[in-house]
Nanobody, 119 residues
Framework: QVQLVESGGGLVQAGGSLRLSCAASGSIFSINDMGWYRQAPGKQRELVASITSGSVTNYADSVKGRFIASRDNAKNTVYLQMNSLKPEDTAVYSC?????????????WGQGTLVTVSI
């Protein structure tokens, strides 16, 4: 069984920073593309950042210049460094990954971690 577990969410004042982690566990050969998504109350889930197996990143316009995605392939972990946080960044953040397991690829989601940015 493959799992993604996020951590690092919490309450922060506007202008502050948080670092989210997403660790994969289980019988994994490799992790391909990974993404960070967020869903704010009453809004649709949106892709915040993505990172390929070669660490090529892509960001939503709303977070460009403030968020940085990175990964440690040896630890099967992806990170999201969030700087200059704004109240509108408040949401549940989830990670997603395509994982190579024996015989196939799986799309796996984490359970999410809440980020709250106060004024």
């Amino acid at each position: 069984q493959v799992q993604l577990v996020e951590s690092g969410g919490g309450l922060v004042q506007a202008g502050g920073s948080l670092r989210l982690s997403c660790a994969a566990s289980g019988s994994i050969f490799s992790i391909n593309d990974m993404g960070w998504y967020r869903q704010a109350p009453g809004k649709q889930r949106e892709l915040v950042a993505s990172i390929t197996s070669g660490s090529v990143t892509n960001y939503a316009d709303s977070v460009k210049g403030r968020f940085i995605a990175s990964r440690d392939n040896a630890k099967n972990t992806v990170y999201l460094q969030m700087n200059s946080l704004k109240p509108e960044d408040t949401a549940v953040y989830s990670c997603n990954a395509w994982v190579a397991v024996p015989g196939r690829y799986l799309e796996v989601w984490g359970q999410g971690t809440l980020v709250t940015v106060s004024i």
